[in-house]
């Protein structure tokens, strides 16, 4: 299986999922992700405004944004750039909801959550084929901890990223919170995979408490 076949078969998977129970999972992939929001008690994260059939996490982002600074990417060229969360949003390419521009250039985050389309036995990201973030974690001053989140699950154990796709620490989904079992993998190579700088034994008990292995 290549990494294009896993990523047609993901969409079918988003796009086949009943509709009548995105309510539901998205309640939970939410309660899940407060968890390790409140545990990390971060003040600057990168998030992402849903659509369609991404999880619905404009309930955390709300959390979060009383907490400290929200980021919400604003889309620059073949990639994008980070954007302080402004109301109103505008409906921009692809149906995404960005903040307007704003000339701050912020190139430092502790935490990341990204959607992604399915994730591979390494934890890598795979999307939906454009590279924008692979483009843009590299712009980054160091690697933040790296949350992705899914709707409807669809992950598999065997290695199909390329070297430049991003990297998770975790991966949340309506049926729980998956992480690597060895969390002191190596990072280094390859664009956009600096080592975290979140490796608290506060966030090894919760791995320990909460986290099911991938």
């Known amino acids: 299986m290549t990494k ?22 998205d309640a939970s992939v939410r309660r899940l992700l407060q968890k390790v929001l409140n545990t990390l008690d971060s003040k600057r994260i990168l998030a992402f405004w849903p659509m369609g059939f991404e999880a619905d996490i404009r309930k955390n982002i709300a959390l979060a944004r009383q907490r400290g600074e929200v980021y919400l990417p604003f889309m620059d060229g073949v990639s994008f750039k980070m954007v302080p969360l402004r109301y109103p949003l505008e409906r921009k390419a692809f149906g995404i909801y960005e903040p307007r521009d704003s000339r701050k250039k912020i190139n430092l985050i502790d935490i990341a959550i990204v959607p992604v389309v399915g994730v591979d036995g390494s934890l890598g990201r795979i999307g939906f084929g454009k590279g924008m973030y692979d483009r843009f974690f590299p712009t980054l001053k160091t690697k933040p ?70």
């Open 145 to 214: 901890f790296t949350i992705f989140v899914q709707s409807c699950e669809c992950k598999t154990t065997k290695n199909l990223c390329d070297d430049y796709d991003v990297l998770g620490d975790l991966l949340i989904t309506p049926q729980g919170i998956y992480g690597l079992e060895d969390f002191h993998v190596k990072r280094t190579t390859g664009r956009g995979r600096r080592r975290s700088p979140w490796r608290s034994s506060r966030f090894f008990n919760f791995k320990k408490d909460f986290i099911r292995p991938f």
């Open 4 to 25: 294009s076949d896993f990523r047609t078969q993901c969409l079918n998977r988003l796009k086949s999922s009943n509709k009548h129970t995105k309510i539901a999972r």
